[in-house]
């Protein structure tokens, strides 16, 4: 399976964005870049995906590089409901095996 | 629509217990699977199954069993409960998707300790 790379954890205001990277360059053609976030005492919950085109939706946006061998989800204004563990877990079609890395920390400060 | 429901929440079982984890969707999803977080650390996958009689094993399969009698329902089974199944164990589906790549839904997670 292909890996990922996240740093152990980063900090933000409220209001400001939000920039988690994620490093993938062992990535196939076919993976498709997931990224899901854990909120304390809670289970794991979907926030984007992506393939190949930067992508929206409701609670950010996916930026994919050229080259696929990075992303970066975008949290556009950070609230404290925002502080989790983000994980960039890398899947392909039919059922996916997520790997859960260690993921990233995200500290939101008032 | 309640999503992936996981029951207990909580359990305390001695060693050499044994006990089932229910987990039920109510999505009419193909896959269901079942992951065990450990303090600090990201999920892992126990088992798995894509469809009603269907089940395999992942990355931590030993002392676990499963079956998929039903598209909605995939409890885990402990066989005789170690101290080293102490963990969280979290319920997940997803919609097969054919070609698409779909996401998975969690449950709430029932933390489980063995004694």
């Known amino acids: 399976d292909a890996k990922t790379t996240q740093p152990n954890s980063m900090e933000s205001n409220e209001e400001e964005p939000v920039h988690l990277p994620c490093n993938h360059s062992?990535?196939?053609?076919?993976?498709?870049i997931h990224w899901y976030r854990q909120l304390p005492s809670q289970g794991p919950e979907y926030v984007i995906h992506?393939?190949?085109s930067n992508v929206n939706n409701r609670m950010a946006s996916l930026a994919i590089a050229e080259d696929r061998k990075s992303s970066t989800l975008i949290l556009h204004r950070a609230t404290l409901r925002d502080a989790a563990v983000y994980y960039c877990i890398l899947t392909g079609t039919g059922f996916q095996k997520l790997v859960f890395g260690t993921g990233t920390r995200l500290l939101v400060s008032p | 629509n309640a999503g992936v429901t996981q029951t207990p929440k909580f359990q305390v079982l001695k060693t050499g217990q044994s006990m089932t984890l229910q987990c039920a969707q109510d999505m009419n999803h193909e896959y269901m699977s079942w992951y065990r977080q450990d303090p600090g650390m990201g999920l892992r996958l126990i088992h798995y199954?894509?469809?009603?009689?269907?089940?395999d094993q992942g990355e931590v399969p030993n002392g676990y069993n499963v079956s998929r009698s039903t598209t909605e329902d995939f409890p885990l089974r402990l066989l005789s409960a170690a101290p080293s199944q102490t963990s969280v164990y979290f319920c997940?589906?997803?919609?097969?998707?054919?070609?698409?790549?779909?996401?998975?839904?969690f449950g709430q997670g029932t933390r489980l300790t063995v004694v």
């Open positions: 992506g393939l190949t």
């Open positions: 062992t990535i196939s053609g076919t993976d498709y």
């Open positions: 199954s894509v469809g009603a009689g269907i089940t």
């Open positions: 997940a589906s997803s919609y097969s998707g054919g070609r698409r790549n779909t996401e998975a839904f």
